[in-house]
Each structure stands twice: as structure tokens, then as C-alpha cells.
């Protein structure tokens, strides 16, 4: 699954270089791409592999001010397209944003397995990644949550809400979703045999 998501950053020749981030010991990606390097400095969890991660670019020489894109290996189906789609909208913006798509489900809320309503979904999104921050700005907006060993940070963007910022919501597809259940396997594998066909 990293190597196909690698392949994917891989298409995109404006992005400098690719950090990826695995636990300490990990020795399965030692042999990659001289644009992509790795750091054993994973946390236990994704809030904190990506305040270490953060850390290690600025140490390797980033700049606070240089834009990161965040992405989860677990969705290893985003294409080179909807990187550039993410980039292209996000270079303006003051904040940055994430991919995402509008909630395409009746949303149901429960109490006791049972449902106990009907939620409006007009305005609910299903966050993906990649997400796209100033590295500084990210740093900075998971630092304050570090002491609480990032409780209630679930992705970058929330971290960034906390902040008081309102990342944009670029569209992303169906087809970036994460690999999570055993099913998704036998998906994420067709998808990707159709797309070299």
C-alpha cells in the first residue's frame, strides 16, 4: 500500500521530496526513490507521527513557511490528479485545506442500537487526505494538543479547527477511501488492476 501511495506523490514533480514516517525498527522501506527518505520517528498515533514528522523536516532544513502535504499509506488509491487538485487549490489559500467529499449517505445517530434520529447531511464531508498545511502552522497547532498526548486530534484539519481556522474542503473521489476492513483489500486491488489496464 506505501508503494502504490508513493507512486502516486511520485507523479507529481512539484513536490521536492516525501517524508515518511514508520516506527522505530521498521526496516521495510529502507530502499526508495532519492526524492523520497524515511524517519523512524512514529508515534502512538497519527496526531504524533505527524508532529514528529514535522519535526524532522524542520530539523533536516524545511522552512516553517514551506507548505506539507499529510497523507495516510491506508489510502493508497489517490491519484496524481487529485494531488494536483489539492495543491492547485490550497496554493492561494491562507490556510490550506484537505481533500474531502460531501456525505452521500443518510447519516444516522444511535442510542442503544437503535437509531435515535435523522441527521441533516447538507453540510457533513467525509474527511480523506491528503491534507496541506504550512508546516509551521501544523507544527504549531499539534504542539498545543501534545500534552494531552493529542486527544480529540483526529486528523490535521482538526487540529487546525482547534486553532480557530477554517481549512478548505477541496472534492476529492470515492475511490480515495482508506483500506480499513478486510473487504477493502479485494476493492483497493481491482481498482488498481483496472487502472493499468
Known amino acids: 500500500m506505501v508503494r502504490?501511495?508513493?507512486?502516486?506523490?511520485?507523479?507529481?514533480?512539484?513536490?521536492?521530496r516525501v517524508l515518511v514516517v514508520v516506527a522505530a525498527g521498521d526496516h521495510f522501506?529502507?530502499?526508495?526513490?532519492?526524492?523520497?527518505?524515511?524517519?523512524?520517528?512514529?508515534?502512538?498515533?497519527?496526531?504524533e507521527s505527524v508532529f514528529n514528522g514535522l519535526t524532522r523536516l524542520l530539523e533536516q532544513g524545511a522552512d516553517a513557511l514551506d507548505w506539507?502535504?499529510?497523507?495516510?499509506?491506508?489510502?493508497?488509491?489517490?491519484?496524481?490528479?487529485?494531488?494536483?487538485?489539492l495543491i492547485d487549490a490550497c496554493l492561494p489559500d491562507q490556510v490550506g485545506g484537505l481533500l474531502a467529499l460531501p456525505l452521500p449517505d443518510t447519516l444516522k445517530s444511535e442510542e442503544g442500537g437503535r437509531v435515535a434520529a435523522t441527521i441533516d447531511r447538507s453540510?457533513?464531508?467525509?474527511?480523506?487526505?491528503?491534507?496541506?498545511?504550512?508546516?509551521?502552522?501544523?507544527?504549531e497547532a499539534l504542539a498545543s494538543h501534545a500534552e494531552a498526548?493529542?486527544?480529540?486530534?483526529?486528523d490535521e484539519a482538526s487540529a487546525i479547527e482547534a486553532a480557530g481556522f477554517s481549512p478548505l474542503l477541496v472534492r476529492g473521489s470515492a475511490q480515495n477511501f482508506k483500506v480499513t476492513y478486510p473487504e477493502d483489500f479485494?476493492?483497493?486491488?481491482?481498482?488498481?488492476k483496472n487502472r493499468t489496464l
Open 4 to 16: 502504490h501511495t508513493l507512486a502516486a506523490f511520485a507523479g507529481v514533480p512539484r513536490i521536492q
Open 29 to 47: 522501506l529502507d530502499t526508495l526513490e532519492s526524492r523520497v527518505s524515511v524517519a523512524d520517528c512514529g508515534g502512538q498515533t497519527r496526531a
Open 68 to 85: 506539507v502535504l499529510v497523507h495516510d499509506a491506508a489510502r493508497c488509491l489517490v491519484t496524481p490528479a487529485q494531488i494536483n487538485a
Open 123 to 139: 453540510d457533513k464531508w467525509l474527511a480523506q487526505t491528503p491534507q496541506m498545511f504550512r508546516i509551521g502552522m501544523l507544527r
Open 149 to 154: 498526548a493529542f486527544a480529540g486530534i483526529t
Open 186 to 192: 479485494a476493492l483497493a486491488e481491482a481498482i488498481l
